[in-house]
């Protein structure tokens, strides 16, 4: 194959990504939660699609799809996820399982090429019912016992009845084999605004974000909205309101210079009009590249909570629900990713940081592992408007796969980075 062709099919990359977002359509976007009818469907469709990659296609046990080899020889992992944020995005997810398997159907029908690409969904990287549980699972992070206490953060529907479900029940979970792979590389949506606004084609990942994520419960007195005198209100939901104010007002002069915080979801309970709420949550999360800026703001919330709980009006409970450690990306394989960039994208990259999380960052923990952007129209994303040009979609699709050869060709790159993982 000419240097300049990266055998792509670009017409076949979109018409994929196409008929994934047919499955659990939504707006311009979809909507298909873990263990959804159309997240089961999405299964199907890429288990079916890996034959026509060389591999052999498996569902195991928690919903991961697995396309193996039994060729000899240097093989690459290479994936993303199916299932979406509620009515959210298209391309997250979808982008970098398609590429995946792209890359597999041009790399392992091309005689000359240095190896295989063996790819992979993971379950559940939006967490619907936990956090990366199905890379997790693949690098054996995840027991039986977190399973069974596992329940959709909507639904609250069990996570062993969404499996069986889904007929996955009893189904065994397939455990990464240390050494198989000589690393992992996942594309993505950037997801925020910056290779479009600086014009550029492709992020190369350096690291991802840790994310530590909190349920806040705020217990007061749940009484009478007309009766009950301003003076003696014991309001949760106002203690709530003040609390989230006061963090964006006191973590600024704890934080680093990109960390983020978030509350995504109140509730108030009962949640009538002539009730004062006498319980309140809040799903709150705070990411950074550094876990000691995370422990340092956990602790000001624990801190902060406990000062309202002294004032004796509401008290407060803090939960650890998520940890998730952060994550440097492969050097070999950003180099490799930017080699690529150069080849097919005119050049137009950037190295940087990734504000959201990824699988990337759990297989990191047993291989070399990097990532690369495409952009984001208006850097939109968790959101059913979320997009990517086109022509963007085809040019990524491109680096991804000549990022995938130039780490086939040079894997013993990571013989001389010293990087083991037996
Ligand atoms: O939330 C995240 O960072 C990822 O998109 N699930
Ligand atoms: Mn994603
Ligand atoms: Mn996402």
């Known amino acids: 194959m000419p240097d300049n062709h990266s055998g792509v099919d670009g017409a076949q990359v979109l018409a994929d990504l196409s008929a994934l977002r047919a499955i659990g359509a939504y707006k311009t976007g979809v909507h298909k939660p873990t263990f959804s009818e159309p997240h089961i469907r999405s299964l199907q469709w ?47 997810g979808p982008l970098g399982v398609v590429y995946a398997l792209e890359a597999a159907r041009v790399i392992n029908s091309d005689r000359n090429a240095h190896g295989m690409i063996e790819v992979a969904a993971w379950c559940d990287e939006e967490g619907h019912f936990g956090s990366f549980l199905g890379s997790r699972s693949y690098v054996g992070g995840v027991t039986d016992a977190e399973i069974d206490a596992a329940r959709d953060r909507s639904s609250g529907k069990s996570m062993r009845d969404a499996l069986r479900e889904a007929g996955l029940a009893g189904r065994a979970r397939v455990a990464c084999e240390r050494g198989r792979h000589l690393g992992y590389l996942e594309a993505h949506i950037e997801q925020g605004e910056r290779l479009e606004g600086s014009g550029l084609k492709i992020g190369v990942v350096t690291s991802i974000v840790g994310i530590w994520q909190y349920r806040i419960a705020f217990t ?58 006498g319980a309140a949550e809040m799903l709150f999360q705070i ?61 137009k990259s950037i190295r940087m940081p990734s504000g959201a999380g990824h699988d990337a960052q759990v297989l990191a923990t047993v291989m070399p592992s990097g990532m690369l952007f495409v952009p984001s129209i208006g850097g939109i994303s968790h959101h059913w408007t979320e997009n990517t040009a086109d022509a963007d979609i085809v040019t990524g699709a491109e680096v991804f796969v000549d990022a995938c050869r130039r780490l086939l060709k040079g894997h013993s790159v ?9």
């Open 46 to 92: 890429l288990a079916q699609r890996l034959p026509e990659a060389g591999l052999t296609a498996e569902i195991d046990g928690i919903g991961n799809v697995l396309g193996t080899s039994d060729k000899p020889g240097p093989k690459l992992l290479a994936g993303s996820h199916l299932e979406s944020q509620n009515y959210a995005g298209w391309l997250d």
């Open 287 to 347: 990411r950074d590249d550094d876990a000691e800026v995370i422990a340092r703001l956990e602790d000001l919330l624990r801190s902060m909570a406990a000062d309202i709980s002294a004032r004796g009006r509401c008290t407060v409970a803090v939960e650890r629900i998520r940890t998730g450690a952060p994550a440097l990306m492969d050097a070999s394989i950003q180099t490799a990713v930017e080699a690529a960039s150069a080849a097919f994208a005119g050049g």
């Open 414 to 422: 990571f013989e001389r980075s010293g990087r083991r993982f037996a």
């Open 220 to 277: 007061g007195e749940q009484n009478h909205a007309g009766t009950t005198r301003m003076a003696v209100r014991r309001d949760a939901g106002l203690a709530l309101a003040r609390f989230c104010v006061d963090i964006d007002d006191r973590f600024p002069a704890h934080c680093g210079p990109r960390t983020v915080w978030t509350t995504g979801r109140i509730t108030l309970d009962p949640g009538a009009p002539s009730i004062i709420p």
